[in-house]
C-alpha cells in the first residue's frame, strides 16, 4: 500500500500525537521519531544493543499512526520483510548494531541491486564480534561501504546530535526514496543512548519524498531502465496489475534475468554507480567550522565530531589555527571539498572512534600532499576535547618548529 | 520464438505464463514442470486473477517455478529467505495472495527458521514446497531432506543423516493447512493448492518432486517414469502411516492433509490491534479537536 507521510490523515496524526516543541529524549527515540516523520509506516527489526530502543518506540508508536510493526526472528529475515514491504509501497525501515548488520549484508546487497528504497540504520557498538556490547563506536564505516559484495554503489549518513538523529533520518528516508538506494544511518551507541533536547517540528514543516512511481504502463515495463533520462527508473510497485519482475540476479531493463551477456551487466551495475555520480551534489553534505583560514583540519564524523569542535574552539582561542570539517554523508565521501582544503592546511588530523577507517579515505583524496595523522580511541569512552586538543597542540608545535629550520 | 508459439496454442495454461521467459530452463523430466502446471490450473479454476497474486521465490531450481515463469507481480530473493520477504509483502497488501514457490533446501535448509516462525505467525501466505531431496542447481549436493543412504555428490559414499520431516514439522509450528503430495498425485496436488489458496493463515503443500539428473541418475533412478514409479509404490496415507512404526516408515511418503484448521491470522490481528490503539487513544477523526 502507498503511504507518503505527507497526507493530510497522517499530519493529523502527526500534530495530535506529537505536538511541536522541546522534548527530551535518547538518540535511538530521535530516529524513531525522524522515521515516523519521514513517513515510515514498515519497521521489521531484531533486537540488539544499543539499538533496541529504537524497535520498542516503533513497536510503540507505529500502531497510532496506521502503521506496521513486526519482529522477525532474526536480523536476516528483519532486512527481508523491510524490502519485501518496500515493494508495495511502503517507507521501511530496520535497525541494529554490528553483529546484525554483518548479517544484513546478503539481503543489503539485494536491495541496493533491485534498487529498493531502505532506511538501515547502524547503530555502532564497539567490535569485532560481541565486543563491548553496551559501548558506542565508530568501527563500521567501511562495513557500511562494503559490507555487502560486489560493485556496488551506497549512501551512508552519519548524525552528531540527538536532533540531528531526528533530521539527518528523514534526509535518510529523502536520498533512499529519490534514488531508489539503500540508505544506512550510521549511528552510535553513545548518542544513541544519551538524552538531549531536541525540538520536534511541526510535521508541515517537514519536506519529504517519495519515490517515482510509473506514469503508465509503458514506463511499467522498466523497473530498471532510464526511462527518464535522470537513471533513476520508476518504481513500478507490486499490488497494481504491473506483472513486475524483480531479481536479484543481472538483469535487463525490464527486469528479466540475463546473465549471459556481458554488456546486459556492464550497463547495469555502471548506471547504479554512474546514477549517484551524476546526483552527487543532491547527496553530498558537509558542516565546516573555521575553515576559511584552516592550517590544521580536523576531519571528524558522527559522535568524534563534538569534541572535535569543542578542541577547535580551544584552540582557537590560543591562536592555533585550527578548523574543521564533519563529512555527514559519509559516502560518498566528500572527496573533493576536503582535496580543496588539504591545500590551505599544513597537516589534517582525523579523530574517530576506532583505529583508522574514515583516515583512509582522506589520505586517499590528499594524497601525499600533507600529513594526516590519525587521532584513534577504542574502550568504549568517547574521545574528549583535551585529547584532540593535545593533538592540536603537538601538532602546531611540529609546524613552529619546521618553519623555524 | 518458434518452441513459445508452440506453447501458446497448445497450451491452456498459457496465458498465465511470461512468454519472455520462456522456453524454461527446467530439465527434460523435472518435476518442476507438474508443479507450475498444477498451479497454473489451480489460479484457473479457482478464476484468480493474477493481478491478485504476488509470487515470491528463492534460490534454487524449483524458485524458478513460477519466477520468472509465472505472469505476476515476482520477487526472485536471495536463498533461503523467499518467506521473510513474502511476510513484508503480505503486510504491506493484505488483500493480494501471497504465494512462494520454492524448494526443499531453500525453504527448509537454509529458510528452516523462516518457515517455521511464519507458520507460528499464522501468516496468510501459500507456500509450495517442492522437495526434490537435493540441491539440484548446484549439481546435486545433500540436502536436510535427502533419503538415508542416498548417494550425492557430497554424500558419495552414503548419506548417513535422516531427512527431515517438513510437513510435520510446519504443521506443529502451527500452520492452518499443511499438505503433502507428490508430483504423481497431480489432481490431489491440484486440489490441495486451491484449498491452501483459499485458507485464511499460514499454509503449505510440500510436493514431492522427481529430479531424475541430480538425485535419480545417482540413486538408481535415471528416468523420470522411475522416479514417478517409485514415488507411487511407496507413497502411504495418513491414516494408513498412523499404525505403522518408524522402521515400516522408513523410506515411505507420507501424503494426505496434515492439517486443516483456520485460526487467528497474523495480518488481521495485526490490523486488528491498530483499530485497538487507534480508540484507545482517541485518535479516530471524530475525537479530533
Known amino acids: ?33 525522524g522515521a515516523l516523520f519521514a513517513g515510515c509506516r514498515f519497521y521489521a527489526g531484531y533486537p540488539i544493543t544499543p539499538a ?82 553496551t559501548k558506542g563506536a565508530q568501527g563500521d564505516f567501511f562495513q557500511a561501504r562494503w559490507g555487502t559484495h560486489g560493485d556496488h554503489p551506497i549512501i551512508a549518513i552519519s548524525p552528531t546530535s540527538v536532533e540531528d538523529s531526528f533530521w539527518e533520518t528523514i534526509r535518510a528516508f529523502n536520498l533512499s526514496e529519490k534514488f531508489r538506494i539503500p540508505v544506512i544511518l550510521l549511528a552510535d551507541g553513545i548518542i544513541g543512548h544519551t538524552r538531549e533536547q531536541i525540538r520536534i517540528p511541526d510535521p508541515e514543516e517537514v519536506e519529504i519524498v517519495y519515490r517515482k512511481l510509473p506514469a503508465n504502463e509503458e514506463e511499467a515495463k522498466y523497473p530498471f531502465g532510464d526511462v527518464h533520462g535522470d537513471l533513476i527508473p520508476p518504481m513500478p510497485i507490486f499490488g497494481n496489475g504491473y506483472f513486475t519482475h524483480v531479481t536479484g540476479s543481472t538483469h535487463k531493463e525490464n527486469g528479466l534475468r540475463d546473465v ?146 | 520464438m518458434c518452441m513459445a ?40 479454476e479457482l478464476k484468480i486473477d493474477p493481478r491478485e497474486l504476488v509470487v515470491v521465490s528463492g534460490i534454487g531450481c524449483s524458485a524458478w517455478i513460477a519466477s520468472p515463469y509465472f505472469l505476476a507481480d515476482t520477487l526472485h530473493t536471495t536463498h533461503g529467505r523467499a518467506i521473510a520477504f513474502a511476510t513484508g509483502v503480505k503486510v504491506g497488501l493484505p488483500d493480494k495472495k501471497v504465494v512462494v514457490i520454492s ?9 528452516g527458521n523462516h518457515l517455521i516462525h511464519a507458520a507460528r505467525r499464522n501468516i496468510d501466505i501459500t507456500v509450495i514446497l517442492v522437495n526434490n531431496f537435493i540441491y539440484g542447481m548446484t549439481g ?28 510435520e514439522t510446519v504443521a506443529s509450528a502451527g500452520a492452518s493447512y499443511v499438505a503433502r503430495w507428490t508430483t504423481f498425485h497431480v489432481y490431489q496436488l491440484i486440489e490441495s493448492i486451491k484449498k491452501a489458496l483459499n485458507v485464511k493463515g499460514f499454509s503449505l503443500v510440500e510436493v514431492i518432486s522427481q529430479c531424475p539428473v541430480q538425485f535419480g541418475r545417482r540413486n538408481r533412478m535415471k528416468t523420470p517414469a522411475e522416479m514417478l514409479r517409485w514415488f507411487s509404490k511407496n507413497s502411504i496415507s495418513i491414516s494408513k502411516a498412523k499404525n505403522m512404526s518408524p522402521e515400516e516408515l522408513e523410506g515411505k511418503i507420507v501424503i494426505g492433509e496434515f492439517v486443516n484448521k483456520e485460526k487467528a491470522e497474523f495480518t488481521e490481528e495485526l490490523n486488528k490491534l491498530i483499530d485497538e490503539v487507534a480508540q484507545y487513544y482517541s485518535l479516530g477523526d471524530e475525537d479530533a479537536d
Not at chain 1, 3 to 27: A, H, S, T, V, W
Not at chain 1, 95 to 121: C, D, I, K, R, W
Not at chain 2, 144 to 164: C, D, K, Q, S, V
Open chain 1, 260 to 405: 549471459y551477456t556481458p554488456e546486459v551487466h556492464d550497463r547495469l551495475v555502471r548506471r547504479l554507480h554512474k546514477k549517484m555520480e551524476v546526483h552527487e551534489k543532491e547527496i553530498q553534505k558537509w558542516e565546516e567550522y573555521y575553515t576559511d583560514d584552516v592550517e590544521i583540519l580536523l576531519v571528524s564524523w558522527g559522535v568524534s565530531a563534538r569534541p572535535s569542535l569543542g578542541a577547535v574552539i580551544e584552540t582557537r582561542k590560543r591562536g592555533i589555527k585550527a578548523g574543521l570539517i564533519v563529512p555527514k554523508t559519509v559516502h560518498p565521501f566528500p572527496g573533493k571539498r576536503i582535496r580543496e582544503l588539504s591545500k590551505k592546511a599544513h597537516v589534517i588530523l582525523v579523530p574517530e572512534m576506532n583505529l583508522g577507517q574514515m583516515i583512509l579515505e582522506v589520505q586517499r583524496v590528499v594524497r601525499k600532499e600533507i600529513p594526516v595523522i590519525g587521532v584513534n580511541k577504542i574502550g568504549g569512552v568517547p574521545l574528549t576535547v583535551e585529547e584532540i586538543l593535545k593533538e592540536i597542540e603537538s601538532s602546531a608545535e611540529r609546524s613552529r618548529h619546521r618553519s623555524a629550520d
Open chain 1, 1 to 33: 500500500m502507498i503511504i507518503r507521510g505527507d497526507e493530510p490523515e497522517q499530519i493529523r496524526l502527526l500534530k495530535k500525537l506529537y505536538p511541536k516543541g522541546n522534548y527530551f529524549m535518547q538518540g535511538d527515540e530521535a530516529i524513531a521519531y
Open chain 2, 103 to 111: 524448494g526443499d533446501g531453500d525453504l527448509a535448509g537454509i529458510g
Open chain 2, 140 to 167: 546435486g549436493q545433500v540436502a536436510p531432506t535427502t533419503p538415508f543412504g542416498a548417494i550425492t555428490t557430497t554424500t558419495p559414499y552414503r548419506n548417513i543423516e535422516h531427512p527431515l520431516k517438513i510437513a
Open chain 1, 52 to 133: 533496541s530502543e529504537i524497535a520498542e518506540t516503533m513497536a510503540r508508536e507505529l500502531p497510532k499512526l496506521r502503521g506496521y510493526y513486526i519482529q522477525m526472528e532474526d536480523e536476516i529475515g528483519s532486512i527481508a520483510a523491510v524490502v519485501g514491504a518496500s515493494w508495495t509501497g511502503l517507507k521501511s525501515m530496520t535497525a541494529t548494531s554490528g553483529p546484525g548488520f554483518s548479517l544484513m549484508q546478503e539481503n543489503l546487497g539485494y536491495a541496493v541491486f533491485t534498487e529498493t528504497p531502505l532506511v538501515l540504520v547502524d547503530v555502532q557498538r564497539s567490535g569485532p564480534s560481541t565486543g563491548q556490547a
Open chain 2, 5 to 44: 508459439k508452440q506453447i501458446y496454442t497448445k497450451y491452456k495454461m498459457a496465458k498465465y505464463l511470461r512468454k519472455e521467459a520462456l522456453p524454461t530452463a527446467l530439465c527434460p523430466g523435472c518435476g518442476g514442470g507438474t508443479v507450475l502446471n498444477a498451479f497454473a490450473n489451480a489460479i484457473d
